[in-house]
């Protein structure tokens, strides 16, 4: 029997907090997300990311199919940085935080952190990531992020700051 709850008590939402807009993403830990002791293994926190960043953009309205087919661009990760701090484990419950720290003419910066809820309703962050996406056409080379990608990021962001 697990202490953990349902999934959907922690519904995707756009938020603001003490530092400004925050995209909240939850994620539960499975079984294909551990190592044989129960924890979770380091790729899989790039995946969990990865999640959060899609559904960043499905939120604004842009998904990665249309992105491509309407505009022949896509979002590749440039650079990514990860501080893992502590592990989560099988069966937690998590929510990752995505912020936009930055949006140029070819790129696109976010801020994500990990968090566990524990007893209490504290949290604990458990990883943080800097992640740099460039916006490639399909020879690969670096291209300007459409407008209508930038305004609408910058509009959703900006309305969960008021």
Same mark, same amino acid.
């Given at each position: =029997?697990?202490?953990? &709850?349902?999934?959907?008590?922690? =519904?995707?939402?756009?938020?603001?907090?003490? /530092? %400004? @807009?925050?995209?909240?993403? @939850? #994620?539960?830990?499975?079984?294909?997300?551990? /190592?044989?002791?129960?924890?979770?293994? *380091?790729? $899989? !926190?790039?995946?969990?990311?990865?999640?959060?960043?899609?559904?960043?953009?499905?939120?604004? %309205? #842009?998904?990665?199919?249309?992105?491509?087919?309407?505009?022949? #661009?896509?979002?590749?990760?440039?650079?990514?940085?990860? +501080? !893992?701090?502590? @592990?989560?484990?099988?069966? +937690?419950?998590?929510?990752? *935080?995505?912020?936009?720290?930055?949006?140029? &003419?070819?790129?696109?910066? =976010? *801020?994500?952190?990990? *968090?566990?809820? &524990?007893? &209490?309703? $504290?949290?604990?962050?458990?990883?943080?990531?800097?992640?740099?996406? $460039?916006?490639? +056409?399909?020879?690969?080379?670096?291209?300007?992020?459409?407008?209508? #990608?930038?305004?609408?990021?910058?509009?959703?962001?900006?309305?969960? %700051?008021?």
């Amino acid at each position: =029997m697990s202490d953990a &709850g349902p999934l959907d008590d922690a =519904m995707p939402a756009l938020l603001s907090d003490d /530092d %400004g @807009p925050v995209f909240r993403f @939850p #994620v539960r830990v499975y079984y294909e997300d551990t /190592d044989a002791g129960g924890i979770v293994y *380091h790729a $899989a !926190y790039l995946r969990f990311a990865e999640r959060a960043r899609t559904e960043v953009l499905r939120l604004t %309205g #842009v998904t990665h199919v249309a992105l491509w087919r309407d505009s022949g #661009v896509a979002f590749a990760v440039r650079r990514c940085e990860i +501080d !893992y701090l502590i @592990p989560a484990r099988l069966d +937690d419950l998590l929510a990752v *935080h995505t912020r936009i720290a930055n949006i140029s &003419g070819a790129t696109l910066e =976010m *801020h994500q952190s990990i *968090h566990r809820t &524990g007893s &209490g309703g $504290a949290e604990a962050v458990l990883t943080r990531l800097s992640t740099k996406l $460039a916006c490639i +056409d399909k020879a690969g080379r670096a291209v300007r992020l459409p407008s209508a #990608v930038r305004i609408a990021l910058a509009n959703a962001f900006r309305r969960a %700051g008021n």
